[in-house]
Every structure is written in structure tokens, then in C-alpha cells.
């Protein structure tokens, strides 16, 4: 019989799930090998020692043994608990929404150490911060950066002219267009503000996104107008986008 | 065999006040003249009212949501049984409903959900507490489990 072979890494937890009666299917983003969905064993027991080292949002350590399929949690360490993640109730659906859009956006065993970053920055920045959907907007513009789908707002992406007013977002490209230029499906309207404040979140510190101010009623909008967005490239709908209408 | 499973299929149904399994509707439980009607337990699936049950300790009713909310998976209010809890509570005879759904994100959710639902209809929402297992010992616990059983640590009262 051949030696145990050992790893460790270090990741947020994104999702748990059961599998059979007593084991989870934890669904984690590593900072070196992208997404992995590792089992822990005996973790639906109440006395389970790791059933607190996968909990949802947490970026821990953990020590994983070789499977054949899937590999399994030995043991581990909590780094940083996101626990005031998971103790109130708008921040619980605004972190889902965070933690799906990054899942989505993952691929297995490559590794994107710049998305773990991001979403790791967004965990924090829901905790301290009052503006979450700003968070969740800044998230989604640059989850899909890192994803290669650059959001461009500064002037029209057909003629190249300086915005002056109202202009519409295409889906497709992430590309803003002049309303001149506008023409086919799969545009949204975007007024004049909303495109602005696009622009200022794509190059804003996270640091400085409480300086953002934003009324809730365009927050809401462009956080739609974002998760469309999403949607498009990922090709499936955001199951937990639902969950933000029940908070409006 | 096979007939006693075709007759548990054909007479397990839920019933048709709490959700909860039963042969029989409304449930023992339900149909149980003693119980506490001013309590009402909020559990996620019947599993959980069968190891409540064993603690001999409550003696309200029960309901069963049939799952909890999950947004990732895309499990909203809408396939719980949320509707007809709120239908259950609108007789104004239940004093508090306890939410003891599983101690994951998930539970959490529903409960938070069910709290801000509830509590603008002046009902006594509350938690079950969350810490330490009876018996277990301190160094094995692990360190949410114990930062949860401090925040949930009482004052100790004597006699004297």
C-alpha cells in the first residue's frame, strides 16, 4: 500500500452540499489551483471536526489527502472567518451572489489566483461596508475583467466618440455604445449617470468604495443591468439573483 | 417486502397541518389535544421532528418546511412551506415560533428569513442555542463551534 500523498491549500469556501448521509461535497476556490470540490468526510455529524472548517465563505487552510476522483479533507485551519457573512440575512444572499458569479467564472484545477483575490477583497468589503450592492456591482465588473470580458465605458466602441448623454450597454461585448450607433437585440439602456458611476467602479480602489455615492434606485438597476451581464457569458442564469428582489 | 413497501408508499403521506410524515392526517402530533398550541417549532425536514421528539423536553407543536432556503441552489420561500406557516399563525394563538433548523448557512438563512417575516406580526421569534455537544470535550471542539459557545455563554446562578 502506497504512502498517503498530502497537499495543502489555502481557499474560500464557496459552497457545501451534501453527499450520501453523513459526508459534504465542499465546492472551495484555492489561491493556487483554482476550483476544487474536495469531500469531507463524517462533516454532517454534529461532533465532526470539520464541519466548522468549510463553512460557507471562510478562506482557510486546508490539508487534503489524494483520491482517485476526488480528493478529501484531512484537517485544516480556519485563516479568516467570514462568520458576520453568514449572520445576517442580506449579507448571506449578497455573499451567495458573490460566491455563484466566482464559481461560475472558475475552472476546475486553474488556478486564478486574481479572482481569489477579488472575491476574497468583496468578502471583506460586504463585512465593513453599508453599500453591499455597490460591492456586488464592483465584483461582477471585475470578476468578468478577470475573466477577460473587459467592460469598456468611456466612449463608444463603434465610432469612438466621447459620451454626452444617455448611451446603451451591450450584453455581447461589454461595450458601451452611443445611441447613434445603437441598433439590434441585446442592449440595455443606460443613462448618462449609470455609466459614469460604471466607469468610476471600474477603476475605483475597493478601499475607497464608501466614497461612491450611488441612490438605491440606480444601484438596483445597474446591479440588473450587471448580473444580465453575467448571465450572458456564463450562459446559465444566477440561481441566487432571485434572493436580491426579495431584499428590495 | 415488496407489498409492505407499496403500502408504506400508499399511506405515508404529510399532513396536512405540520408537513411532517405521517400514516395518518392530521398527524399524532397535530391531532394531540395536550400539546402547547401557543409553540410552534420550525424544523427543515420530518428527520428533525423525530430527534426532537426523543428529547422528551418539548411539548409544543411542529412544522416542517420540507427544506431550507438556499440561494444557491435556487431554493426560495416558494418551495417551502412558509405559506402555510404564516396561515397557521394568522388564528393569533401562537405566542412563539422557534426556529431550529440545521446550524449551517443555510439554516441560518431560513431563520433570519422567517424572523424578518414574523416579527413585524408581533410573534416571539427565537433560535435554538448553538455550541458545545454534551459530553464532548473543549480541546477537540473547533473554533466556530467554540467562538459560538461563547457568545452564547450564560451567567451561573446559585442558591446562597
Redesign the interface.
Known amino acids: 500500500m502506497g504512502a498517503l500523498k498530502l497537499m495543502k491549500i489555502e481557499a474560500l469556501i464557496l459552497?457545501?452540499?451534501p453527499l450520501g448521509e453523513h459526508d459534504r461535497l465542499v465546492t472551495v476556490l484555492s489561491r493556487d489551483q483554482g476550483k476544487k470540490r474536495v469531500v469531507a468526510r463524517g462533516a454532517g455529524k454534529?461532533?465532526s471536526?470539520?464541519?466548522?472548517?468549510i463553512?460557507?465563505?471562510d478562506r482557510v487552510q486546508l490539508d487534503l489527502w489524494r483520491g482517485r476522483t476526488l480528493d478529501g479533507i484531512r484537517g485544516g485551519?480556519?485563516l479568516e472567518?467570514f462568520?458576520g457573512l453568514?449572520?445576517?440575512?442580506k449579507r448571506?444572499?449578497y455573499a451567495?451572489?458573490m460566491?455563484?458569479v466566482g464559481?461560475q467564472l472558475a475552472q476546475e484545477e486553474n488556478p486564478d489566483e486574481p479572482l481569489y483575490l477579488l472575491l476574497l477583497t468583496c468578502f471583506r468589503g460586504l463585512l465593513r461596508l453599508k453599500k453591499m450592492d455597490l460591492v456586488l456591482l464592483f465584483f461582477i465588473i471585475r470578476a468578468m475583467k478577470v475573466a477577460g470580458f473587459l467592460p469598456a465605458f468611456e466612449t463608444c466602441s463603434r465610432c469612438g466618440a466621447h459620451f454626452r448623454g444617455d448611451v446603451q450597454f451591450d450584453l455581447a461585448s461589454g461595450q458601451v455604445i452611443c445611441l447613434e450607433c445603437s441598433e439590434g437585440r441585446g442592449r440595455m439602456g443606460l443613462e448618462s449617470a449609470s455609466r459614469v458611476l460604471l466607469q468610476s467602479l471600474r477603476g475605483v480602489h475597493p478601499r475607497e468604495l464608501n466614497t461612491i455615492s450611488c441612490d438605491p434606485q440606480r444601484c438596483r438597476q445597474l446591479r440588473e443591468t450587471m448580473l444580465d451581464f453575467a448571465e450572458y457569458h456564463l450562459s446559465r442564469?444566477v440561481?441566487?439573483r432571485?434572493?436580491l428582489d426579495?431584499l428590495d | 417486502m415488496a407489498r409492505s413497501l407499496v403500502e408504506a408508499k400508499q399511506r405515508v403521506q404529510h399532513c396536512s397541518i405540520c408537513g411532517n410524515l405521517t400514516d395518518a392526517d392530521p398527524c399524532e402530533i397535530c391531532g394531540d389535544e395536550d400539546r402547547d398550541c401557543s409553540t410552534i417549532c420550525v424544523l427543515g425536514d420530518s428527520s428533525d421532528v423525530v430527534a426532537m421528539e426523543k428529547t422528551r423536553e418539548y411539548h409544543g407543536r411542529y412544522h416542517v418546511l420540507g427544506g431550507v432556503?438556499s440561494?444557491?441552489?435556487?431554493i426560495?420561500?416558494e418551495e417551502l412551506r412558509i405559506g402555510e406557516l404564516l396561515e397557521r399563525l394568522r388564528d393569533g394563538k401562537v405566542r412563539e415560533v422557534i426556529v431550529a433548523t440545521d446550524p449551517?448557512?443555510e439554516g441560518?438563512?431560513t431563520a433570519?428569513?422567517l424572523a424578518?417575516l414574523l416579527n413585524p406580526l408581533g410573534i416571539k421569534v427565537t433560535r435554538i442555542a448553538r455550541g458545545l455537544?454534551e459530553g464532548?470535550d473543549l480541546d477537540?471542539?473547533?473554533?466556530?463551534?467554540l467562538?459560538r459557545a461563547l457568545e452564547g455563554r450564560r451567567v451561573m446562578e446559585t442558591d446562597s
Open positions: 459552497k457545501r452540499s454534529m461532533v471536526k470539520l464541519s466548522g472548517l463553512q460557507p465563505y485551519e480556519v472567518s462568520r453568514r449572520d445576517d440575512f448571506i444572499i451567495a451572489c460566491a455563484e464559481e442564469p440561481k441566487s432571485r434572493f426579495i | 432556503l440561494p444557491m441552489d435556487g426560495g420561500p449551517t448557512v441560518e438563512a433570519l428569513y424578518r455537544p464532548g477537540y471542539a473547533d473554533d466556530a463551534t467562538v
